[in-house]
């Protein structure tokens, strides 16, 4: 056990650490005096799961993570395909397995299998081998799990594998003119997506993003109230457990997608950079492991690991803040949900694996 902690990297751990502490004392906050007043214990719980996790995988040779890629990546693709036969349905919605009492979302750990596969089959082949038709071939092993995704329904979660899709073949070297038609296919395939894919609900998502003023107690009533508590924050924030939106349950789902909001109600706008800043030093760690990596496998994996995470980190506070259309996209390390959790901390072990393997001479 002293070998796997040796092999995590503190510079990576202690910003997740902080950001993890930070995160669960703003759900247990927003759950006061509501029926998720426990729900803090059972995100620590899998906070501890996920370390433990995380310290296993920091402590194995990378090369047989990424050799076990496809094997994984079918597995996570029967597992989506298990969730749309049998799956547990919650709120309209279904994307969750039980195991062992447990609810587990697949889709959360499939990104990661996804992200893992691709970077694999990526990094045995050297850039100008790379054809039109091994890009198609990337893209499909993207937009497979991506469309299963989208069947359960899940906008939010499908965009977490665009990062796969666009960073890892970009950094392979290909030419401009690739880049490009990958650009106009997305952009078709999001026109098309707009009149034959999304639902009713996805759409006023984005027609509420261009004018939430219009419906402030209806469609609009979640992005007015995350304003209202960001706003409410002023420098240096109400206070812990004192914010007003939030004790007042104004603002919902605060323990998931809005948690942000708590954070910047009662830390302020001191606060907010805070939390910023140490995203900013996670994703910072992580491509300096990239460019430490040595294979190009490995240099992918790191890659898109940083993009999954920007994302996320990008399109929430983007979300909360009213200038992006509202995806149900979690923040990491500060949202409850276990799938979303342990998901993290296994991404960031191979993360770890590598830069321990860079570091053994």
Known sequence: MKERLRALDTALLWPMVLLVVMGTLTVFSAGRGTGQASLWAKQSLWNLMGFAAMAFLAGVNPKRIFRSGFALYVLGILSLALVL???????????????????????????????????????????????????????????????????????????????????IPVLKGLKARWVLVTVLLASLVGVGAWHKVLKPYQKQRVLTFLD?????????????????????????????????????????????????????????????????????????????????????????????????????????????????????IVLPFFSAGGSSTLSYFLGLGVVMAVRHRAQVK
């Open 212 to 328: 939430p003023s219009a419906d402030l107690k209806g469609k609009g009533y979640q992005i007015n109230q995350s304003r209202i508590a960001i706003g409410a924050g002023g420098l240096t924030g109400q206070g812990f457990t004192s914010g007003s939106q939030t004790q007042l349950n104004f603002l919902p789902v605060k323990t998931t997608d809005f948690v942000f909001s708590v954070w910047a109600e009662e830390r302020g706008f001191l606060g907010v950079l805070m939390a910023l800043g140490l995203f900013g030093l996670v994703l910072a760690r992580i491509l300096d492991t990239a460019v430490a990596a040595r294979s190009a496998s490995e240099t992918y994996f790191c890659v898109g690991a940083a993009g999954i995470i920007a994302l996320h980190l990008m399109v929430n506070v983007g979300m909360v803040i009213g200038v992006l259309p509202n995806k149900g």
């Open 85 to 167: 036969v049998a799956g547990h349905r919650i709120g309209g919605s279904q994307r969750w397995i039980i195991l062992a009492g447990l609810t587990f979302q697949p889709s959360e750990l499939m990104k990661w299998l996804t992200l893992l596969f691709v970077a694999h089959r990526l990094g045995t082949r050297q850039p100008q081998d790379l054809s039109a038709w091994d890009l198609a071939g990337i893209s499909a092993l993207v937009f497979f799990p991506m469309l299963l995704v989208l069947k359960q329904p899940d906008l939010g979660m499908a965009v977490s594998f665009l990062p796969i899709l666009v960073l």
